[in-house]
C-alpha cells in the first residue's frame, strides 16, 4: 500500500476519495456546502499557511475527512500515479 504525502501529513492512497483543484471545483455551490459542512464538522485539516491549491478528501475511519494543501491536484494526482 502507498501513501501520499501531502505536505505535512502522509494519506494511505487506498484512503482517497478524490482530489480536487480548490479553484476551479470550489465555483459549485455543491463543492462550497460540502467544504462548509466539513469545515463545521471538524473534518477540515489546513496543511499549509500558504495559498492553498487543493483539497483532498479521504475515507478514514470514523468518516470522511478533508486536507487543504499548498500542492497543486496535477502535482498530487502525478504522485499518486509514480
Known amino acids: 500500500m502507498g501513501y501520499l504525502d501531502l505536505g505535512g501529513e502522509a494519506v ?3 484512503e482517497i476519495v478524490g482530489i480536487f483543484d480548490l479553484d476551479t471545483a470550489s465555483v459549485a455551490k455543491r463543492t462550497r456546502d460540502y467544504l462548509n459542512t466539513a469545515q463545521k464538522s471538524g473534518a477540515v485539516q489546513t496543511l499549509t499557511f500558504d495559498l492553498p491549491k487543493s483539497f483532498i478528501v479521504t475515507e478514514e475511519p470514523g468518516g470522511q475527512k478533508v486536507y ?15
Do not use: D
Not at 494543501?69 to 509514480?82: C, D, I
Open 12 to 14: 494511505a492512497e487506498t
Open 68 to 82: 487543504i494543501s499548498q500542492f497543486s491536484a496535477g502535482t498530487l494526482a502525478k504522485r499518486v500515479s509514480e
